[in-house]
């Protein structure tokens, strides 16, 4: 809940922003012009990998992107 989103295009400026839902869940409605992208996740407490991804005019299937360890100190 509550992660930024970020997808940059290819030269690393950003394109869309977005904040995910109490499902983790995120959507944009307008559509990316074709190309490559890099989505970034940013979260306190956790880390996540940088996720590459190609836009070609047709809809994407859903991403699932994990947390790959926290920093929180249970």
Request: charged share 30%; glycine share 6%.
């Amino acid at each position: 809940e509550n992660a930024i989103i970020e997808i940059q295009d290819k030269n690393g400026n950003a394109v869309r922003a977005l904040r995910t839902n109490r499902l983790g869940q995120f959507e944009t409605a307008t559509p990316l012009s074709n190309g490559e992208y890099l989505v970034t996740v940013e979260k306190e407490g956790y880390k996540f990998d940088i996720l590459k991804l190609e836009a070609e005019g047709e809809i994407l299937e859903p991403l699932i992107i994990k947390a790959k360890s926290s920093n929180s100190k249970s």
